[in-house]
C-alpha cells in the first residue's frame, strides 16, 4: 500500500524547473488543436500544402536506401550528419552565394532543434537575447527555457530598425541577435541588402552572435533574392544560419541544419550529442538519396507557383473581409500576411465568434516579446487553395462584421 496525501509519510514530489513553470504553450499550436475539424478553414498555422509534397519521390528514396543499404540506413550515424547529405547541402548553400564546406554544417532534427542547440550553447541564465518585435513564437519559448531575458528590437514595415538594434545593443550588452530575416514568420517581411549590412556591422561593432534563421527564402515568387546576413562583412564569423528542408521538401521528415562558425560549430554538436545522439539516419539517407535524383528545383518551382496564386487570392480578399481601415501587407514569398484592424479591435477576443463560423486566423498579441498590438493578425495563405481562400475570407468578413454590430 501507497502513502497518499492523508498518510503518515507522505512528501510530494518536487515542483517542476522554473523555467518549465514559466514557459507557456504555443498558441499557435493550441489553435491548431482547435481547429482540427476538416469544415474550418483555417489560416492559422503555417502548414505546407500536404497535396504539393513529391510523396512519390521521396517514397522512392525510403524504398532505395532500405532495399541497397539497411544495415547503414538503419544503424547509428555520426552526431554531424549524413556525410552525403552534409555535402549536398553546402553544395546548394554555395550555389545561393554563400560559399559552405561540408565540415561547417550539423545536420539537426528540424531547424528548431538547431536554434535550441545554439541556446545551449551561447546561453546562461539572465544572458539577453534581441529579438524582432514581433518574433517567431518558439524561439520565444526555446529563450524562456534557457532563462534568457529577451529585449525586443522594434520593427517596421521593412522589418528590424538597425539604428534602435545599435541603441539597445549598447544598453543592454546582448549575448545574441535572433531573427527570421526573409519572409519572417509572422510579418512576412523581408530585411534589405542595406539594413542587412547595417545588421552585421552592429553585431561586429557591439560584440555579438547573430542567428539567422531561414527556413523561408526559397520560397520567393517576387523580385530577387537578397544575400544572406551571413554574408555581409563584420558577420561572417558571428552568424549561424540555420536552414531547413520542412518548407522544400516536407516538414514530417523533421530534417534541419546548422552552419556554424568554427568557433562555435563544436560547442553544438556535444549539445546536440547529449540531446538525441544524431538525427534519423534512415531519414539523412533518404533525403540524400532524394536531393542525388529527384528534381529539388522543379518541385520548389510548381510550390512557387502555387503559393503565388494562393497569396494573391488572399491578398484580392482581404478588402472585403476586413474591417475599413485595416492594413497588411504584400510578401514577396513564404507563407505570412500580417494584418492590422482598426483601432478598437481586439483579434484575440474575437478568435472564439471568428472559429464558431468554421474559419481561422493567429492573434498577432503572443508574438511580441514587448508590448502586444491587440490589432495585429496573422494569416497563412499556403495550407488551401485560392477557392477556399475564398471562402475562407467570405466566412471570416461574416464573423467580424457580426462581432463588430454585437459590440
Known amino acids: 500500500m501507497t502513502d497518499s496525501p492523508l498518510t503518515p509519510g507522505f512528501t510530494p514530489a518536487p515542483g517542476l524547473a522554473a523555467r518549465a513553470a514559466r514557459t507557456g504553450s504555443s498558441p499557435v499550436r493550441d489553435i491548431l488543436a482547435l481547429t482540427a475539424r476538416p469544415e474550418v478553414i483555417s489560416f492559422a498555422g503555417g502548414l505546407p ?35 552525403g547529405l552534409r555535402a549536398t547541402i553546402a553544395a546548394r548553400t554555395t550555389a545561393r552565394g554563400l560559399p559552405t564546406d561540408a565540415g561547417d554544417l550539423l545536420v539537426t532534427t528540424g531547424s528548431q532543434q538547431g536554434l535550441s542547440l545554439l541556446a545551449t550553447a551561447l546561453l ?60 519572417q514568420n509572422p510579418t512576412g517581411r523581408t530585411l534589405s541588402a542595406g539594413r542587412r549590412a547595417a545588421v552585421a ?34 558577420a561572417e564569423d558571428r552568424t549561424a544560419l540555420l536552414g531547413s528542408f520542412s518548407k522544400v521538401m516536407a516538414p514530417g521528415l523533421r530534417l534541419g541544419w546548422l552552419r556554424a562558425p568554427a568557433a562555435l560549430r563544436p560547442a553544438c554538436v556535444i549539445a546536440k550529442q547529449a540531446a538525441d545522439l544524431h538525427t534519423s539516419t534512415v531519414d539523412q539517407a533518404a533525403a540524400a538519396r532524394y536531393l542525388a535524383t529527384a528534381d529539388l528545383d522543379g518541385h520548389l ?25 485595416s492594413r497588411w501587407n504584400h510578401p514577396a514569398g513564404g507563407m505570412f500576411v500580417w494584418a492590422t484592424l482598426p483601432g478598437g479591435y481586439d483579434a484575440g477576443a474575437l478568435l472564439p465568434d471568428v472559429v464558431r463560423h468554421d474559419v481561422a486566423y493567429v492573434p498577432g498579441a503572443p508574438f511580441y516579446a514587448g508590448p502586444p498590438d491587440l490589432t495585429a493578425v496573422r494569416l497563412s495563405f499556403v495550407t488551401h487553395s485560392p477557392d477556399e481562400i475564398r471562402e475562407g475570407l467570405d466566412r471570416l468578413g461574416t464573423a467580424l462584421r457580426g462581432a463588430r454590430q454585437a459590440g
Do not use: M
Not at 60 to 72: D, G, I, N, S, Y
Not at 158 to 181: F, H, Q
Not at 212 to 231: C, K, M, Q, T
Open 49 to 83: 500544402a500536404p497535396e504539393l509534397f513529391d510523396a512519390a519521390g521521396i517514397a522512392a528514396a525510403f524504398q532505395h536506401v532500405l532495399a541497397e543499404q539497411p544495415q547503414r540506413a538503419l544503424q547509428y550515424s555520426p552526431t554531424d550528419g549524413d556525410p
Open 201 to 234: 556591422s552592429v553585431a561586429a561593432r557591439r560584440g555579438l552572435w547573430i542567428v539567422e534563421d531561414d527556413p523561408y527564402s526559397e520560397l520567393r515568387f517576387d523580385g530577387d533574392a537578397v544575400p544572406w546576413v551571413a554574408s555581409f562583412p563584420g
Open 301 to 325: 518551382a510548381r510550390v512557387r507557383g502555387a503559393y503565388r496564386a494562393r497569396r494573391d487570392a488572399l491578398l484580392g480578399g482581404l478588402g472585403a473581409a476586413l474591417p475599413a481601415g
Open 124 to 183: 546562461e541564465p539572465d544572458d539577453v537575447v534581441l529579438v524582432e518585435d514581433p518574433c517567431y513564437l518558439a524561439a520565444l519559448q526555446i529563450f524562456s527555457l534557457a532563462g534568457a531575458r529577451v529585449v525586443p528590437v522594434p520593427t517596421d514595415d521593412e522589418g528590424l530598425d538597425p539604428a534602435a538594434l545599435d541603441e539597445i545593443a549598447a544598453r543592454e550588452n546582448p549575448k545574441l541577435l535572433y531573427l527570421v530575416p526573409t519572409f
